[in-house]
């Protein structure tokens, strides 16, 4: 079989053989064209020691990008592909980095230390693999399965737990059950993961077609790193509106919400805040009040936890505390709350507000998503005739206000709302010399 190589791989590999080395793709790349997906990544592996491997590329474009442990980069056509050294490697103390690696001459035990057997697959430079741990065949087979020891991987670096999962969610690849035992027996590792590693793994998580079925097999592992998640895991919801607990209804909305990280992030922790709101009446018909507020600072405190970006992390907060609110259909409603959030995070609530009643008793809340539907369309209807619902699209400004006699300050702003609020309600329509009757 031939498999596209990009030139700049190739010339690489080429020069290495050429000079008496083994060189070969490996990891990533060459699964995912085992997969039959193209590259991000061109990562390669040579018995070439660090200074050998700079020797062959003399002259060309190089970043010393890990040199004590025996990788470089080489620029080729603006591309950078990492070239490192066969090694094994020691022990983990900061279950992130080796202590120290030993350079080695055995491919086979450079493809030994790696995460999983799909990841531990080299590919010549004629398309001819070298598959000592049966990588091939657990892609063929959608397997995720470790290199030797399940635990002994994972406490190397925690993070192989949020790989492992990120991979099943996003391959749709079932964990091979020592690996998936590993996994559980061993999540206290992420503990020693730096936040922002987890979040980048958890971003790739979220975010892939079968999440679900992640969500639901290991909930453990996501109390670990987010303790928050723990009362939500085992919430009963004994409530017409819901069907299911609070883990399988959030795993439902989350399954239900487009597959952009915003929506899916919020969905998630949409309903963090019901344990601690919850109450029972005396039908023994459980009540959740307040809890969109009470998730809001939850959801908060966590997106700060896993360092996530301000914009994201404000997004999601917004759009937790509103999720519930309750949205008439009238053109009014619509006009204030494009006003209130701008037009994409109206949307974004829109959908959130479907992916919620996606998870809920489907013969209560149908006509509440046909509402939604028709709410949407009303709102791009609104936006696409370029109706007023925002103080810049206002017929009159703050020289207008001042020259009908209102001193310059914070009255004008008052001012502009005031009328900006008589065109959202319908009172007055916007157009320049009703405005200015108004001001007179």
């Known amino acids: 079989m031939r498999f596209e190589i990009p030139a700049g791989a190739r010339d690489i590999l080429q020069t290495l053989t050429g000079a008496g080395f083994e060189a070969f793709l490996v990891g990533g790349c060459v699964r995912d064209l085992l997969r039959g997906v193209v590259p991000h990544d061109w990562d390669i592996c040579t018995s070439a020691r660090p200074e050998e491997t700079e020797g062959c590329f003399a002259g060309q474009r190089i ?19 990492e070239i490192t050294t066969y090694r094994t490697e020691g022990p983990y103390s900061d279950s992130r980095r080796p202590d120290f690696v030993q350079f080695v001459s055995s491919l086979e035990a450079d493809l030994a230390r790696r995460d999983f057997t799909m990841n531990a697959i080299a590919m010549d430079l004629e398309g001819r693999l070298r598959d000592p741990f049966c990588g ?19 406490r190397e670096d925690g993070l192989r737990v949020m790989r492992a999962l990120r991979f099943g969610a996003v391959f749709g690849y079932a964990v091979e059950e020592k690996t998936a035992q590993a996994i559980h027996e061993n999540r206290s590792v992420l503990d020693q993961v730096a936040a922002e590693r987890i979040k980048a793994e958890l971003c790739g998580l979220l975010v892939g077609q079968h999440v679900g079925t992640i969500l639901r097999a290991y909930p453990d592992i996501f109390v670990q790193f987010w303790p928050s998640l723990g009362p939500l895991v085992s919430l009963e919801q004994h409530n017409p509106w819901h069907c299911w607990g609070g883990w399988e209804h959030t795993i439902r909305a989350v399954e239900a919400a487009p597959a952009e990280l915003v929506l899916r992030l919020t969905m998630l922790l949409h309903d963090i805040g019901k344990p601690a709101c919850k109450s029972t009446d005396e039908n023994g018909i459980d009540h959740f009040y307040g809890h969109p507020a009470a998730g809001a600072g939850l959801a908060e405190e966590m997106l700060r936890a ?10 999601v907060v917004t759009l937790v505390e509103h999720h519930d609110v309750q949205l008439p259909l009238r053109a009014q409603v619509v006009r204030r709350w494009l006003n209130r959030l701008g037009p994409e995070a109206f949307f974004q609530l829109l959908a959130v507000k479907q992916a919620d009643g996606m998870g809920q008793a489907h013969g209560l809340v149908k006509d509440r998503l046909a509402q939604l539907d028709e709410m949407r369309a009303k709102a791009e209807e609104i936006v696409a005739q370029g109706q007023c619902f925002a103080l810049k699209d206002l017929a009159v400004n703050g020289r207008d206000v001042i020259a009908a006699g209102v001193s310059p300050g914070p009255e004008v702003g008052r001012v502009l709302s005031m009328l900006l609020e008589q065109v959202v309600s319908g009172v007055t329509p916007n157009e320049r010399e009703a405005l200015l009757n108004m001001l007179r």
């Open 63 to 81: 970043i010393e990008t890990g040199l004590k442990h025996g990788t470089i980069t080489v620029l080729k056509g603006g591309e950078p592909y």
């Open 136 to 154: 091939v065949e657990d892609i063929r087979n959608g397997v995720i399965r470790c290199v030797g020891e399940p635990a002994s991987r994972f």
């Open 306 to 315: 896993l360092k996530f970006d301000n914009r994201t992390r404000e997004r």
